[in-house]
């Protein structure tokens, strides 16, 4: 059974920085993209940041320049470095993975909470 688990979520002032984990267990073959959701309420789950096997990055506009991925292929692991951060940055984050246990597919994470206020 593939399992991802979060952590690093939390409260943080505006212009702040937090550092979320994702580390996948299970019988992974392969993993092919990881990368980081966010929902906030009332809107609907937004990509944040993804990470290719071999290391080509995608961000949304909003955190370009602000928020960095990085993986950890040997490990499994993944993290995403928020810093500036902003009240609008405030959601539900999801780590996925798109990877191969069985078949190819999609696994998510449980979100971790990352709210930004004063």
């Known amino acids: 059974q593939v399992q991802l688990v979060e952590s690093g979520g939390g409260l943080v002032q505006p212009g702040g920085s937090l550092r979320l984990s994702c580390a996948a267990s299970?019988?992974?073959?392969?993993?092919?993209?990881m990368g980081w959701y966010r929902q906030a309420p009332g809107k609907q789950r937004e990509l944040v940041a993804a990470?290719?096997?071999?290391?080509?990055?995608n961000y949304a506009d909003s955190v370009k320049g602000r928020f960095g991925i990085s993986g950890d292929n040997a490990k499994n692991t993944w993290f995403l470095q928020m810093s500036s951060l902003k009240p609008e940055d405030t959601a539900v984050y999801y780590c996925?993975?798109?990877?191969?246990?069985?078949?190819?597919?999609?696994?998510w994470g449980q979100g971790t909470q990352v709210i930004v206020s004063s």
């Open positions: 996925y993975a798109e990877m191969v246990v069985a078949t190819r597919r999609e696994y």
């Open positions: 299970g019988s992974i073959r392969v993993i092919y993209t």
């Open positions: 990470i290719t096997r071999g290391g080509l990055t």
